[in-house]
C-alpha cells in the first residue's frame, strides 16, 4: 500500500526536551511539507522540502528543525526553544511542490 | 498577506438537504483550489481540486470557482451524517513564485438525522 506514515502517534515531551516526529512516504513523491494546527486554526506551514537534501522554512520554523536525506523521509525536531509545542503536526507530500498535498495520519503532541 | 476565509459554523443541515460552504481568498494571482475533509481527531483528506472557473462535479460534491469573484465554495447534495466533518479550503500557489497552500480554519458541517 502506497501512502504517508507519522509516528508516533501521541508524543509526550517534557521541559526543555527535543523531540522527533517522523515522516515516511512510499509515494515517490519530491515534496514533503510539516504543519501545525491548533484547535479552531487553520494549518500553518512549518518547514517545506522539493527535493532531497534541501529545504526551506515555512511561516512558523522558530524552535524546529528538519532533515531531508532521504527522498521517503522528513523528520521534524521540536526543540527546546519552542516554548507552546503542544499542537497536532501533520505531514504531507505531493508530487511537486505545486500538485496535490496528501496528508499523513497525524502526531499530537503534549508536554508534561 | 495572503489569507483565506471560512465561515467557522456550524453549518447545521437536515439529512438529505444541500450543504453550501464558501471560501474567500485575497491573492488574485491564485491558480490552485483545494477542499479538505477533516474528522475530528483525523488529519484532513482531499475531496476536490479546481483550477479553473465554474463548476466541478464528483458524485455528491461540487466544486464552485469564480476567481473574479475571489471565491471558491463545496456543495455537498443529499448530506449524509457521515459529511459531519470540518471542511477546510485551501489555495495557492501565488502570484510572484510564491507556491505554497494556504489553509482557511475551516467550516464545521453538522448533518442531522
Known amino acids: 500500500d502506497g501512502g504517508i506514515t507519522q509516528s508516533p502517534k501521541y508524543l509526550f515531551r517534557k521541559e526543555g526536551q527535543n523531540v522527533t516526529l517522523s515522516c515516511e512516504q512510499n509515494?515517490?513523491?519530491?515534496?514533503m511539507y510539516w504543519y501545525r494546527q491548533d484547535p479552531g486554526q487553520g494549518l500553518r506551514l512549518i518547514y517545506y522540502s522539493q527535493i532531497v537534501n534541501d529545504f526551506q522554512k515555512g511561516d512558523i520554523a522558530e524552535g524546529y528543525s528538519v532533515s531531508r536525506e532521504k527522498k521517503e523521509s522528513f523528520p521534524l525536531t521540536v526543540t527546546s526553544a519552542q516554548k507552546n509545542p503542544t499542537a497536532f503536526y501533520l505531514c504531507?507530500?505531493?508530487?511537486?511542490?505545486?500538485?496535490?498535498?496528501?496528508f499523513g495520519p497525524g502526531t499530537r503532541l503534549l508536554v508534561l | 498577506q495572503k489569507e483565506v476565509e471560512q465561515n467557522s459554523g456550524p453549518l447545521s443541515v437536515p439529512e438529505g438537504a444541500i450543504a453550501s460552504l464558501n471560501c474567500t481568498y485575497s491573492d488574485r494571482g491564485s491558480q490552485s483550489f483545494f477542499w479538505y475533509r477533516q474528522y475530528s481527531g483525523k488529519s484532513p483528506e482531499l475531496i476536490m481540486s479546481i483550477y479553473s472557473n465554474g463548476d466541478k462535479e464528483d458524485g455528491r460534491f461540487t466544486a464552485q470557482l469564480n476567481k473574479a469573484s475571489q471565491y471558491v465554495s463545496l456543495l455537498i447534495r443529499d448530506s449524509q451524517p457521515s459529511d459531519s466533518a470540518t471542511y477546510l479550503c485551501a489555495v495557492g500557489p501565488f502570484s510572484g513564485g510564491y507556491n505554497k497552500l494556504i489553509f482557511g480554519a475551516g467550516t464545521r458541517l453538522a448533518v442531522h438525522p
Open positions: 509515494l515517490n513523491h519530491d515534496a
Open positions: 504531507a507530500s505531493s508530487p511537486s511542490d505545486r500538485e496535490t498535498q496528501y
